[in-house]
């Protein structure tokens, strides 16, 4: 990002609901927008399901792990 010329744009992409780190490990992504989610000029644009525009069982993936995401987390029974 710090090579970017005059004139020039950018786009970095990456999904932050499929980072697979291990706990506790920052995703690069997460932190990236964490610093520079004020910076003037840059902005950051979050699609959902209704982006998705391949095909109808794609959309019905991303919505259930976005239900996944936001759900309480459960610990698994190991009895």
Do not use: C, W
């Not at 990002?1 to 932050?16: L, S």
């Not at 697979?20 to 989610?37: C, F, N, T, W, Y």
């Not at 979050?46 to 936001?70: C, E, G, K, N, W």
């Amino acid at each position: 990002m710090t090579r970017i010329g005059f004139g020039a744009k950018a786009v970095i992409t990456g999904d932050v609901s499929q980072v697979d780190l291990p706990k506790g490990q920052m995703s690069g992504l997460i932190d990236a927008e964490r610093v520079l989610k004020r910076v003037k000029g840059i902005a950051f644009t979050r699609f959902t399901s209704a982006d998705v525009v391949r095909h109808p069982l794609v959309a019905r993936i991303v919505d259930a792990y976005d239900a996944q995401s936001s759900a309480p987390r459960r610990r698994a029974n190991l009895d």
